[in-house]
């Protein structure tokens, strides 16, 4: 038998009943509009070198509709499941760890003292020693598009960007940040503003999005609310 590993992201539960849909006519597929992946990538993870990206975007090749298999969210066409198949040690298991670091990281950064260590486990064959780990997420909270990224290291965050899509306005930079350099606009994101008036709150180790969130942020808070609901990681294995 292959081994498989299964990815299923859903909001709370499983009751579509309980989410906000739509009908263009009673014989059309509801538009549903909640929490759902759209796309992940990692880049220096354990046995992950170069960049790797899972999609949840459907093919439009796909001619048979699967209750419940493809949501729409926007214009977009996105898979509720997906299954990764391979050969051991091809990654699949880390693939699946390096979405859970990722959320570590989101909620446990501003908790750390300026001495302590970030999760931080590099390809271990890397040419370069201080190359940093790089996570990107891509999701849909209701109607926006939010993407989030970062890339670190053992002891910092060298790089962490927020952008948001919403429908018929174009993508929207929130906030960008390298080092201790941060560059927002308040009038965008006004939860940044309590930092940038006080930098000393930004511990080299913590996320801003973090920081942002435990100050009652509410663009972070949505992006932290999704790691805490918005998807959830299924894997297992069959053979013998």
């Known amino acids: 038998m292959i081994e498989c590993q299964f990815l299923r992201y859903v909001l709370k539960n499983l009751d579509y009943s309980l989410f906000s849909c739509t009908f263009a006519s009673p014989k059309t597929i509801p538009i549903l509009y909640f929490a759902m992946l ?10 992950i070198d170069s960049k790797m990206t899972l999609s949840m975007s459907a093919s439009t090749g796909i ?3 699967v209750p419940g298999g493809v949501v729409k969210c926007g214009n977009t066409s996105l898979l509720t499941s997906m299954a990764i198949y391979g050969s051991n040690s091809s990654g699949k298991s880390n693939l699946l760890k390096a979405m859970l670091v990722m959320g570590y990281i989101v909620w446990h950064s501003v908790r750390l ?3 302590e260590e970030l999760p931080y486990e590099p390809f271990a064959l890397s040419f370069c020693e201080s190359r940093p780990t790089y996570f990107e997420i891509s999701f849909f909270d209701d109607k926006d598009l ?9 002891k910092e965050i060298k790089h962490e960007v927020l952008a948001v ?13 390298t080092g201790s350099e941060i560059n927002l606009d308040p009038s ?4 940044g503003k309590v930092v940038l008036e006080n930098g000393s709150l930004l511990n080299k180790n913590r996320l801003l999005l973090s920081l942002c969130g435990q100050l009652k942020g ?3 808070n949505r992006v932290i609310s999704w790691f805490n609901k918005g998807f959830l990681v299924v894997s297992g294995a069959e053979g013998s």
């Open 38 to 47: 759209a796309s992940f990538s990692v880049e220096n993870f354990r046995s």
């Open 63 to 65: 001619k048979e509709n």
């Open 113 to 115: 003292n300026e001495d």
């Open 146 to 154: 939010f993407t989030y990224k970062f890339l670190y290291d053992s």
């Open 165 to 177: 899509k919403s429908p018929r306005k174009s993508l929207k930079t929130l906030f960008t940040r």
């Open 188 to 191: 965008i994101f006004p939860e």
């Open 218 to 220: 509410e663009y972070s």
